[in-house]
């Protein structure tokens, strides 16, 4: 694996009480620690207002690291050195006091001469303005000079709730950490599936001719969860689906799917083309959108109560906890091709997908074998069993003409089943490390993508009609089948 910068770099997971750090950053610091990945002169600090000595934080994130890279009797040494290189400071976010303490625990571990900084924002979205300037009060941000080593900063998605609000977070972000040093991460595009669509769509000879109005008829984006909110539903409460899935990682997903080619494999022109793409996405109209709430439902042999029945949600609560709309694509490419995107909490299986449907075939020369073939569709497999298939229809093998669609079928388990598939921050925050933003949303895609929700979020907001109810388990709102099927029949995750 190719090293990221070998100078010495202090990494800080601000909000490392929480979530996050416990379950994904600091297992993916591991996992590059075990791949020799991460600088040799590396130290890692976790900071927030919780308790914890060393010991009482190394135990907490002991719990979610993993042997994949370190299988064996070397794990357990892998372990003990990685934790050795974690460091814990409590403290407030907006105390300048409390990151100078940060600061003076860094300085005395940190070697003389350069250090390059990373500090990752895993924190509710309600405090990064007032960390970062904390950050910046302290002097903990360079301001560039070469002899200073570099300091970047990570965030998270939400990055604001609409066009005017993400503006405002930027310009306060901007003030403290220039737009080179920001990496706002979409974690789905660290996704190997994902990574891989440029790959799928450039690097073979078959698709690139096909994708395009003339031979693709729909483009459906599906991501569903057979989950309630536990233990989330206050922040979900503030955002609904719209927000934290749609306007982030559907859109992300569209954005490589259908932009044009870039010129090149680097970050500026591959962001170059999407938001080509997201300004060439006509903002969604009130009439192509349909929102959902799950009530309470009986579901795999148990009783779920319904969203506003969850203690951190208003009983009165219009929060949408699933969506469907319909994007238009305003360019000669994909000129009257739907993009149909939807998104719910509560449905009835867990998946990510992108279903690329051909247009039906023109001719009627097989009508008296009594089966007309289906449409063929491509089908990218995010989550679960990650992969792809081809939907092909083929002769049954037999005296008779019989017809039977099947699938050509690309799963990664089989195919791949000799590689380890990285989890998603691992990838990103070695990016992060090595400062190739090709994996991170600009400002300018950032703004793009609010402008295609912008509006209708707020013609949402201005409305007193609740969304329409759906049984925990789904199906999805009616009028959402209703819509999907404005063009042909919706499909779920299968
Ligand atoms: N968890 C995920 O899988 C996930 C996925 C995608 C994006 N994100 C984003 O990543 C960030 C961190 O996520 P998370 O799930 O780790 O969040 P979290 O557990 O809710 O919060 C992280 C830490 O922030 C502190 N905190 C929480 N609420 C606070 C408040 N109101 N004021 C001040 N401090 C507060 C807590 O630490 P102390 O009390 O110890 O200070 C907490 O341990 C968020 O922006 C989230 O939207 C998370």
New binding site residues.
């Given amino acids: 694996m190719t090293d990221a910068n070998q100078d010495p770099l202090s990494l800080v997971v601000i ?1 490392a ?5 416990r ?2 950053i600091f297992p993916a610091l591991f996992s590059l620690y075990c791949q020799r990945a991460l600088p040799d002169d590396v130290r890692l600090f976790g900071f ?3 308790d914890l000595d060393d010991a009482a934080f190394r135990r907490r994130i002991t719990e979610h690291l993993t042997c994949r890279y370190a299988p064996g009797a070397s794990c357990a040494e892998e372990m003990e050195a990685f934790l050795a290189r974690c460091h814990y400071v409590t403290g407030e ?1 907006g105390s300048t006091d409390s990151i100078l303490d940060l600061y003076q625990r860094m300085r005395q571990l940190e070697p003389r001469g350069k250090v390059n900084r990373l500090y990752y ?7 990064f303005v007032t960390t970062a300037e904390s950050l910046g009060n302290a002097g903990l941000v360079s301001c560039g000079e070469e002899s200073q080593g570099w300091s970047r900063v990570v965030v ?3 990055f604001g709730r609409d066009r005017p609000s993400s503006d405002e977070l930027a310009l306060a972000l901007g003030q403290v950490f220039q737009e080179p040093d920001i990496f706002r991460i979409d ?1 789905y595009l660290g996704k190997e599936v994902i990574q891989n669509l440029l790959v799928l769509r450039f690097a073979n000879s078959v698709f690139e001719p096909q994708w395009n109005r003339q031979h693709l008829a729909s483009v459906q984006v599906t991501w569903a969860e057979n989950l309630t909110l536990a233990g ?1 539903a206050g ?1 979900f409460d503030r955002y609904g689906i719209i927000r934290d899935v749609m306007q982030n990682h559907l859109l992300q997903m569209v954005a490589l799917l259908a932009m044009e080619p870039p010129d090149e494999l680097e970050a500026s022109a591959i962001r170059r083309e999407k938001v080509r793409l997201l300004r060439s996405i006509a903002p969604v109209s009130r009439a192509d959108l349909v929102t959902g709430q799950f009530v309470a439902a009986e579901w795999d042999g148990r009783q779920v109560p319904g969203y506003t029945e969850d203690p951190a949600v208003p009983d009165d609560s219009r929060t949408e906890t699933y969506a469907a709309a319909v994007l238009r694509i305003d360019n000669a490419r994909w000129q009257g091709v739907p993009f149909f995107m939807s998104a719910g909490k509560g449905l009835d299986s867990r998946c990510t997908t992108l279903r690329l449907r051909f247009h039906p075939l023109a001719h009627r020369l097989f009508d008296r074998s009594g089966h007309r073939p289906a449409p063929n569709e491509l089908v990218i497999r995010v989550q679960p069993d990650e992969g792809m298939h081809l939907s092909l229809t083929t002769k049954l093998p037999g005296l008779e003409l019989k017809l039977a669609e099947r699938k050509l079928d690309l799963s990664y388990g089989d195919a791949f089943r000799d590689h380890i598939i990285p989890d998603a921050y691992e990838g990103l925050l070695l990016e992060v490390m090595r400062g190739d933003r090709s994996l991170f949303l600009s400002g300018e895609e950032l703004a793009a993508s609010w402008d295609v929700f912008t509006p209708v979020l707020h013609a949402l907001e201005s409305e007193s009609a609740a969304p329409e109810g759906y049984p925990f388990g789904g199906p999805p709102p009616a009028a959402a089948l209703r819509l999907l099927q404005w063009a042909e029949d919706a499909r779920g995750c299968g």
Avoid: F, N, Q, V
């Fill in positions: 909000g009480s929480g979530d996050l750090a379950r994904k927030a207002r919780t976010y924002l895993a924190i509710p979205p309600s405090i998270e998605k939400p974690h989330r922040y």
